[in-house]
């Protein structure tokens, strides 16, 4: 580097990025650790940035030109009231934040309820708030005339996750009827216990869902029918996108240098090691078990056949010792009876995930039963050109092709010896896995992008806006 401080001055964000990962390594940071994964089915990654979605434009004023460009740009002057469940640095709250965002960039008038806070304050909540409040978006209280009276004033109300539904009779009481023809429904959960009248049953009248991809909205729709004998209203899928600020360390060869070295230090692996990293919140449903029983058989088979590969390693990032304490021993006592202790490393969860996919080599997505309902960290991991091992199920195979970005594998115990060959393919075929890895990043560039998110948002809401209108003009 012949000048690093300009270099540096570039990369204005690798620097917090670097403190957030040595916090993280050291505990501290609360904010960043807090609830990262607790979210049911698909998490964020970043602290949430300034400037996700719009570089400085500002809402209502100049810039309508853009705004025009914009997909949502017919969204400007708009009233929208956003309604989440609850405001935490989960994956759901995060992605109604960054909808907040895009609406205001095309200067809609956007307001936020959150229907469950925790009792005093919270670092978080405030935190979170105070970013939304710079951004113009307003934040009311959860109950009273006000969140009624915008409510009934809204062109759109959008309910983030099934749980939010006990806030339209608890807080709309009479009027919840004028209201439902112009919500849509944001789903981003595929778990048995959301499927309860007390959250839904309200769904059939509202005006459309929005769900993450198309296995998990076909779920819904056999679950809502079998089980509660309600119907599905207009369901539209729409798939994720990653933020521009992961895309950014993502192509910044430098920075994943940087972040790779220190990462791969402080594991104490070595450079030309192979890392295979699980990213994701420590528990059966994400299978680090099952991971960690195949890796164990992939080193196995490369003694058997004396295969010449660099030292294998495995990182599980997303422990939490103080939480999953029976599952969390059950892996650590299975790394201790196969004497893998130098093998695999366990990394407390965090939200600063660009520093592990820069560090790894393959990113083994395991979710088991249905799957992940999207699984965000597939994509932010094909960004940092990493081929996908995956689970067939759930949102997984959306995202992933198999054979050409990655290879699927069953779930259950019937995947721990496929998952294991494929390991060993990924180990011992260099060229191959860089090349799945490069068609994973094109695959991104070409579906996975914020702006495809914010085009396929667009579409939907363009759709349920006049599908609300012409209710009205009944
Ligand atoms: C991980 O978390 C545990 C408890 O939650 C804590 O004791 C430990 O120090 C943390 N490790 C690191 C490296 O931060
Ligand atoms: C729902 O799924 C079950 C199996 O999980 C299947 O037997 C049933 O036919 C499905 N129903 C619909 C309406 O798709
Ligand atoms: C994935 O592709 C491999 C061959 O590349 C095939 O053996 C396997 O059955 C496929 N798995 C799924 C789930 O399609």
Redesign the pocket.
């Known amino acids: 580097m012949a000048k690093p401080s300009a270099a540096w001055a570039q990369k204005r964000w690798l620097f917090p990025l670097l403190v957030a990962l040595s916090l993280s390594l050291s505990t501290a940071l609360a904010f960043l650790l807090r609830a990262a994964f607790d979210s049911s089915c698909d998490r964020h990654t970043f602290v949430v940035p300034d400037n996700r979605f719009d570089s400085g434009r500002t809402a209502g004023g100049a810039g309508n030109g853009l705004a025009d460009r914009n997909p949502l740009g017919f969204m400007k002057s708009k009233r929208v009231l956003l309604v989440s469940h609850e405001l935490s640095l989960s994956g759901g709250p995060l992605l109604l934040m960054e909808l907040a965002f895009l609406l205001r960039g095309v200067g809609a008038e956007v307001c936020w309820i959150t229907n469950q806070k925790p009792s005093g304050t919270d670092e978080v909540v405030d935190n979170l708030e105070h970013k939304m409040l710079g951004r113009g978006v307003q934040v009311l209280s959860a109950k009273g005339q006000e969140a009624v009276g915008t409510a009934l004033k809204a062109d759109l109300v959008v309910l983030n996750t099934a749980v939010a539904g006990k806030w339209l009779d608890a807080v709309l009481k009479e009027n919840v009827h004028q209201v439902l023809p112009k919500v849509l429904w944001w789903i981003h959960e595929m778990r048995g216990h959301y499927f309860k009248m007390d959250y839904v049953k309200h769904l059939p009248l509202v005006t459309g869902a929005m769900i993450d991809s198309h296995v998990t909205a076909e779920y819904w729709k056999n679950r809502t029918q079998e089980r509660l004998k309600i119907k599905m209203p207009d369901t539209y899928v729409v798939h994720l996108g990653n933020s521009k600020e992961l895309m950014d360390v993502a192509e910044d060869s430098v920075a994943k240098r940087v972040l790779r070295e220190h990462v791969r230090e402080s594991l104490g692996v070595r450079n030309d090691d192979i890392i295979f990293g699980l990213i994701n919140s420590v528990s059966r449903g994400k299978g680090q078990d099952l991971f960690l029983r195949a890796f164990y058989e992939s080193l196995q088979l490369i003694q058997e056949k004396k295969l010449v590969v660099p030292s294998l390693h495995a990182v599980i990032v997303g422990s939490d010792m103080t939480a999953q304490t029976k599952f969390e021993s059950e892996l650590r006592d299975f790394v201790a009876l196969k004497k893998i202790q130098n093998r695999v490393h366990f990394v407390n969860k965090t939200l600063t995930v660009a520093p592990y996919l820069a560090a790894i080599d393959v990113l083994v997505q395991n979710s088991q039963a249905r799957g992940e309902c999207f699984g965000r960290i597939t994509i932010e991991a094909m960004a940092f050109q990493l081929p996908v091992l995956g689970t ?1 199920a759930g949102g997984t195979t959306e995202i992933v092709v ?2 050409s970005t990655g ?2 594998h ?1 779930v259950g115990k019937e995947g721990i010896s496929p998952l294991a060959k494929n390991i060993v393919k990924l180990a011992t075929h260099v060229e191959r896995r860089l090349t799945m890895g490069k068609r994973g990043y094109e695959r991104v560039k070409v579906m996975f992008l914020e702006r495809h998110m914010a085009h396929r948002i667009a579409a939907v809401l363009k759709d349920v806006l006049q599908k609300a209108k012409n209710h009205r003009h009944w």
């Open positions: 067939s198999n054979g290879l699927l069953p």
